[in-house]
């Protein structure tokens, strides 16, 4: 009996640690998270005490969320199709389960706390090397954009961005909430460290992770400081600057926003002349109102269950009169629209039902309504909005990304006011 007991505490403590080992392989490579999770799938499944794992998981409205949308989209094969397709999207939306493992898994504050750290770090390296990229330090082979200097390391720009935009919202929230309690060093520290994030973030190619930086820090600002005016007005004057050197200098964001608007009016030209030219957009904004278009007579049709797991591509290509029918069809770079075209309106319920569920779960806790905390509240919003410009749910960093924050946030016992305060001397 002593053996199963000190075999169920070994195995969370291993978990502990590859769960801080996981916190810096995922910006930096995907063969290592994936050994990273598998073994933390098989320590988990051997630790036995699974009286208190089921607990956990039944008190936890979003494990069972989590649970039920995978299930129905697993059952989206009995009127879908079983392909690549299909395996590929069934393995990633299988990486949202490593959520529910980590809330029952019984982790200490200090891997929680280790494990953000790890993951800063790796963000640092991954955004220290990208801004070498742009300097010119060293050269990434980037298929995106063969012929752009991007600045990239070892994500791509999608996840790039997401991940720099979490970190600077997570610093940002920290700084303006626990700075009086930090050493001056520190302060400083953190500062500086925001700043490179941010930098790293408007450089880079990412405008879905820009767009909700900025949407995201503005809320959070107005709410931060609605009883303060004076510091309203300081915030207003930095941000106005901010905004005019990104609006008025000729940096990467500024020319991917142009090139945006450039696109969009490009496309409903094309769609105007497309009778006269058959000529057809080659962009990324074009192609994705193309699949808006063309994937929206699919929902259509298939209001309430969708088309079934794995053939929403397939029956991209037998549509009927598609718009720009040259376009190569592939997932409509919406999370939205991808859940709709494969299980319809339900699944979409059951997808959404995973953020209401979280927001439940996160505003039990303790913490929640204690300074930094909120920004458990943030997350899911962050998500939300970066889901309409691409299918960041079922890409595996985001996927797996997504996982590893909402299963630590969802902890209880765990108080992000002290990530870099000590805990035997808890704030006032």
Known sequence: MSFFCNWTEKTNQIIGCLVVLLGFSLSISVYLSDVVVLLIVFFWLTGGNWNSKWKSFSSSKFSVSVFLFFCFYCLGLLWGELNDDSVRWIQKQALLLLAPILISSQLKPIYVKCAFFSLFFGVFINAFVALGVFVGLWNVDYHHYTNELVAVGFLDHFDHSLFLCFCSLFLMVFILYKSKQLSFSLNVFLCFFFLFLCISLFLSHGRAGQYVFLIVSVSFLIYYFKYNLRGLLVVAMVLGIALGFLFFTKNPFKIRLNQALQEYNEFFLLLNDWDKKKVGPRS????????????????????????????????YNNIKNRVFPGITARPPHNNYLFVLLEVGLLGLLFWLLMFFCYLLDVWKSCFLFRDVNIIRLLIPFVFLLMCFTDEYLVRHNPSLFFSFITGLFCLKKVDLNLLFISSKKPPQ
Request: charged fraction near 20%.
């Open 284 to 315: 990324a904004v074009g192609n994705r109102l193309t699949y808006l278009f063309n994937y929206g007579k699919l929902v259509k049709e298939n209001v309430f269950f969708g088309v079934g797991t794995g053939k929403s591509i397939k029956e």
